[in-house]
């Protein structure tokens, strides 16, 4: 190794050890994420929205707002999906999403996201796409 990187290593260390140190400029927070990254990061891989696609590990989620679940042509649901009784509307979703197992007891969904900001932004998000 250079002595210019073993000047810089110990520069660096030095600077990020020391409580008071900081960056000579501003650096920029990023903006928050979109609704629609959000979709993407915490759903588009098992999901898609784009109508007519095929499903995914799970069912394509176009216009699923205020569509009863487990009706989807060429998805194989769960029994409790197939058989729920209801509509998705921001209550449900906003269930579904905090706890899927909870709402239908057997559902085959892992993904849980505890926060509500997160999840109104996705709800918002995917009653835009209905």
Not at 70 to 76: D, N, S, V, Y
Request: proline share 12%.
């Amino acid at each position: 190794m250079s002595w210019w990187a073993v000047v810089c290593l110990l520069l660096f260390a030095v600077t990020a050890t020391t409580a008071q140190a900081q960056l000579p400029f501003n650096v920029p927070k990023p903006p928050p994420p979109t609704a629609a990254a959000l979709f993407a990061n915490h759903c588009g891989i098992c999901h898609t929205i784009e109508p007519n696609s095929p499903p995914r590990q799970g069912p394509n989620l176009a216009g699923v707002f205020l569509r009863k679940p487990g009706i989807l042509p060429g998805f194989h649901y769960s029994p409790g999906l197939s058989q729920a009784d209801f509509v998705w509307d921001d209550a449900h979703l906003d269930a579904w999403l905090t706890d899927p197992q909870k709402l239908i007891p057997g559902a085959l969904m892992r993904y849980r996201q505890a926060d509500p900001a997160i999840r109104g932004k996705i709800i918002e998000w995917l009653k835009e796409q209905h």
